[in-house]
C-alpha cells in the first residue's frame, strides 16, 4: 500500500500563493487516482482536486478553480498542488489521498491519507 507525506503549508497573506507536495513511497504508484482536501476547523473534509491515474485529467471544487493547479509527476511519486490568489477561507490542514478506483479524482474519497499540512491564510 502506498503511504503519503504532504509538506509546503505555511503562513501565506491574503493574495499569496503556495505550492504543497505530497511524496508517495510504496509500489504501483501509478495504479492509484490522487486527490487534494482540506479540513478547516470545525468543518467536514472537502475535496480541493483530483488527478487521473497518468495525470491527464484534472477535476477541481469549484472553490479551486482558477486558483489552484492539480499536477502529478509518476516519476517522482509526486503530486503536487499549486495555490494562488489564495483567501483566508483557503485556511485549513491540506491533507493528500489516494485510492484504486477513481474515487479520489472524483473527489468522493479515498482509502490512503497522509497526515496533512497547515496551510494558514492571513487576512
Known amino acids: 500500500q502506498v503511504r503519503l507525506v504532504e509538506s509546503g503549508g505555511g503562513l501565506v497573506p491574503a493574495g499569496g500563493s503556495l505550492r504543497l507536495s505530497c511524496d508517495a513511497s510504496?509500489?504501483?504508484?501509478?495504479?492509484?487516482?490522487l486527490g487534494w482536501f482540506r479540513q478547516a476547523p470545525g468543518k467536514e473534509r472537502e475535496f480541493v482536486a483530483g488527478?487521473?491515474?497518468?495525470?491527464?485529467?484534472?477535476n477541481y471544487a469549484e472553490s479551486a478553480r482558477g486558483r489552484f493547479t492539480i499536477a502529478r509527476d509518476n516519476a517522482k511519486n509526486s503530486v503536487y498542488l499549486q495555490m494562488s490568489d489564495l483567501k483566508p477561507e483557503d485556511t485549513a490542514v491540506y491533507y493528500c489521498?489516494?485510492?484504486?478506483?477513481?474515487?479520489?479524482?472524483?473527489?468522493?474519497?479515498?482509502?490512503?491519507w497522509g497526515l496533512g499540512t497547515q496551510v494558514t491564510v492571513s487576512s
Open positions: 488527478t487521473s491515474w497518468r495525470g491527464e485529467l484534472q
Open positions: 510504496g509500489r504501483s504508484f501509478t495504479m492509484y487516482t
Open positions: 489521498g489516494a485510492d484504486y478506483t477513481g474515487r479520489c479524482y472524483l473527489g468522493d474519497g479515498c482509502d490512503v
